[in-house]
């Protein structure tokens, strides 16, 4: 495991990448909702202005737009901020996920954003999602991660919804990683206890352990990059012989990482397994610096090692 | 073919499909049948005259964006000889191919699945844009409702075509002035039609939807139309050509009984 890369933005990985893929691939094109600077679609456009196409405040035009290039033999990407853009539930059911059309879907900004706010932060756009027959739901941590994710997307021919959230973080993996949908990666291997989580949001699990580790408790960390498909299996044999798990999510629990894990157990014989929740329930974000947010939210590793030790009765 | 000749045939063809479309809908004891009937001359015209699916793989666009009125697209496709009559039997049947609302993973003529209305325009400005791209010389056509506008999308859509100049996109408002509880008019009024269109920068024409030299008129324009999106605005009346169902907001979904598709048949076929 890689941790010490110098720290990136998820968005800008994207943006670059992006352009990337777009000199490989002509049937690329970009659809932007007047959000080209914030969710880093500006540099393809700049590259590529005839596969190109501003809609303006107007998503769910943009969706159908998308809809109409993809059935077309076009690969169209789709980006705004995750809360709005999964907003427009019905254009996305309907145009896409009934018609089955592979267009693409980048919603940034998810989680604890920062001064903007609840109406912009995306808290439930991943069960929203995940919803839909038809889509993959996929949320990468680290660089190498979005890399792998959006090459997949380009030539899977479904349609996707991938959420990258706009904190600055390092690297976890190689860039021999491969990225396969649904089956999970236990990053720090443990043998009772593990903490499950999603997107950047890792990073702090990964610091809690080591705090945890200071107080004796060996902890492992478990990244969930595929939301839909979520291979049960594969998350069963990673859960086995564990007794305490706490799942950590930027998101409602409905629907979310938290539900998927309650799943799993049901669907297996892992029946000891105490398994305690972290996540945005009944509660939507507020302004304030992402640290700040997180740390009055409980996020921060601090609080993430704390709430293990004690939820767990684990404090000596 | 002589011109009288030509009309003849083209009304002759707009009764057969009308016919069908009641046997589908009786038969599936369910189903749109006013704003089926008022799009009848329009699909006749795109696609026996323009012949829109005449090469399958290189053909132009065709969105019904007004999917409850899929009855009228079946018929023609049927009268196409392009579904098998076992298909046109079972439409509303569980596994048919011929759902309610049409469904473009099971029928392949169907470029886009729709229902939840005033989605298929931005589809269609995709296709568009796409064609332009392909430099295709393919033209997009999308049919919409005039209850259907009352939908915030279609404006969305309307001022993205208005602003890009697409000319290969072309628009049919099936003006049939009702919508599904009652008059448009009554429920929200969606008037002035020419004023609105014409304020988003689009070509807007107005014809009898039923005419046959209007709707040729018309889409000649839409062929040498070079700067802007054209729309067509079609005077319809719902439930054309079945007496009791002209301009009834009853016969927006209402149920045939025996009686009304024996009278329905009667007055198609006389």
């Not at chain 1, 089955?100 to 919603?107: H, L, T």
């Not at chain 2, 033209?139 to 005039?146: A, N, Q, R």
Request: aromatic share 10%; with cysteine.
């Amino acid at each position: 495991m890689i941790t010490n890369l110098k720290k990136k933005a998820l968005r800008n990985i994207f943006g670059e990448h992006l352009v990337y893929l777009g000199k490989k691939n002509k049937k690329i094109c970009v659809v932007s909702c007047d959000l080209k600077s914030a969710t880093k679609t500006s540099g393809f456009f700049k590259a590529f202005p005839k596969r190109s196409f501003e809609v303006g405040i107007a998503e769910a035009n943009g969706l159908g737009v998308a809809t109409g290039l993809a059935l077309k033999g076009f690969v169209p990407i789709i980006s705004s901020f995750g809360a709005f853009i999964t907003g427009k539930f019905l254009e996305i059911r309907t145009s896409i996920s009934y018609n089955n059309v592979p267009v693409k879907i980048i919603g940034t900004h998810g989680g604890f954003i920062g001064k903007d706010g609840a109406t912009q932060s995306g808290t439930q756009d991943l069960s929203l999602m995940s919803s839909l027959p038809n889509f993959d739901v996929f949320q990468p941590c680290s660089p190498i991660e979005t890399i792998k994710i959006l090459n997949y997307i380009i030539k899977s021919g479904k349609p996707s919804y991938v959420r990258i959230c706009r904190n600055e973080v390092g690297e976890v993996y190689n860039k021999n990683f491969k990225f396969i949908p649904g089956i999970h990666k236990e990053l720090i291997k443990s043998k009772f206890n593990t903490i499950i989580s999603s997107g950047p949001l890792i990073f702090n699990c990964i610091e809690a352990t080591k705090i945890l580790r200071k107080k004796k408790i060996q902890a492992g960390v478990i990244n969930v990059n595929s939301l839909k498909p979520f291979n049960f299996k594969s998350m069963e044999r990673l859960l086995k012989n564990k007794k305490n798990v706490l799942v950590v999510e930027d998101h409602v629990s409905h629907g979310g990482l938290s539900s998927l894990i309650y799943e799993t157990i049901a669907k297996s014989k892992l029946n000891k397994i105490n398994v305690k929740s972290l996540n945005l329930d009944e509660k939507f974000s507020e302004s304030g610096t992402p640290s700040d947010l997180e740390k009055a939210n409980g996020f921060d590793p601090k609080s993430i090692a704390k709430i293990f030790y004690e939820k767990f009765k684990l404090a000596k | 073919m002589s011109k009288k000749n030509k009309l003849n045939q083209f009304y002759l063809n707009s009764n057969k499909i009308r016919l069908y479309i009641i046997e589908m809908l009786f038969r599936a004891q369910s189903g749109h049948s006013g704003p089926s009937l008022s799009i009848v001359e329009i699909l006749n015209y795109l696609f026996f005259q323009k012949k829109i699916y005449k090469n399958f793989n290189n053909r132009h666009n065709f969105v019904l964006s007004k999917g409850h009125a899929v009855p009228a697209l079946y018929s023609v496709l049927f009268n196409l000889n392009l579904i098998s009559k076992k298909s046109f039997e079972s439409y509303r049947e569980i596994g048919s191919k011929l759902q309610g609302h049409p469904d473009r993973t099971k029928l392949k003529y169907i470029e886009l699945g729709t229902g939840a209305l005033g989605q298929g325009l931005s589809v269609s400005i995709g296709f568009a844009l796409a064609n332009s791209m392909l430099k295709k010389n393919r033209k997009s056509f999308c049919l919409i409702g005039d209850g259907e506008i009352q939908e915030g999308q279609i404006w969305e859509a309307a001022m993205y075509a208005g602003a890009h100049r697409i000319n290969n996109l072309c628009v049919i408002l099936d003006n049939n002035k009702m919508q599904n509880e009652t008059y448009t008019k009554n429920t929200l009024d969606v008037m002035p039609l020419k004023k609105k269109w014409e304020a988003f920068n689009w070509k807007v024409l107005e014809i009898d939807g039923h005419s046959y030299l209007e709707i040729h008129s018309a889409f000649k324009k839409f062929y040498n139309e070079k700067k802007r999106p054209t729309i067509i605005i079609a005077n319809t009346v719902k439930g054309k050509g079945i007496s009791f169902m002209e301009n009834s907001a009853l016969w927006h979904s209402k149920v045939l009984n025996k009686k009304d598709y024996i009278k329905a048949k009667k007055e198609l076929t006389k």
